[in-house]
């Protein structure tokens, strides 16, 4: 298991600057070009990564769920999420999956905790197959690769823990989800969570 710890708190992208105007026939050397490259690819970042801004908006592009009608991601995030990447034709996921589903079922009592499993350039008949009747039902679907491209995901499996709407540590690889500290570190974050928000209870 590879894992990152990936605090994201990403401002706006800026707004593009006012054209400017250059005197003819002067023409921006190579520095300047790179560091216009450079600002390009930061507001890019800015733009599709999950902001850090205390509201989680997920980076745009399509996903679907098992009947094929367009979702998004927002409306399955609980206060504390892991959000998976994978695939049916993946061997490390098929193998990574049940570790998955165990620690699920084990915190199943926990609202304020949710795994969503997005399947990438995967079909609903063989998610169905291979999680059985019903298992599809809660999976998203990302065809394109273009929420998972988003994210900074180019290969799977990947995991992101989010908190509070903020990616605060990336999992890469097969991650094993039955290890006991992984697990202690995940409930420590749910309870950290919970304790934050009796505080901000009014008249509490």
């Not at 600057?17 to 002067?26: D, F, L, V």
């Not at 908006?57 to 991601?73: H, V």
């Not at 540590?169 to 749910?190: H, S, Y």
Request: glycine residues 10%; hydrophobic residues 45%; neutral net charge.
């Amino acid at each position: 298991m590879h894992a990152q710890d990936t605090p994201v708190s990403v401002a706006e992208a800026p707004a593009a600057a006012p054209s400017g105007a250059t005197r003819p026939g002067a023409a921006l050397g190579w520095p300047a070009r790179a560091g216009l490259a450079a600002l390009a690819v930061c507001a890019l970042a800015a733009l599709f990564w999950p902001r850090g801004d205390g509201t989680f908006k997920e980076p745009g592009g399509f996903l679907y769920d098992s009947t094929g009608k367009a979702a998004t991601l927002g409306p399955r995030l609980a206060p504390v999420t892991l959000v998976h990447f994978w695939a049916t034709w993946c061997p490390p996921c098929i193998q990574e999956i049940p570790a998955l589903q165990r620690l699920a079922g084990d915190l199943a009592d926990r609202h304020d905790f949710a795994v969503v499993m997005v399947a990438v350039s995967d079909s609903a008949d063989k998610v169905r197959s291979f999680l059985g009747p019903g298992g599809a039902d809660s999976v998203l679907f990302d065809p394109k690769w273009e929420v998972a491209n988003r994210y900074g995901t180019n290969k799977l499996p990947e995991t992101y823990l989010l908190v509070g709407g903020q990616v605060v540590r990336k999992f890469v690889g097969m991650t094993n989800w039955d290890d006991p500290q992984l697990r202690a570190e995940i409930t420590a974050r749910i309870g950290r969570h919970a304790s934050t928000a009796e505080l901000r209870l009014p008249g509490s």
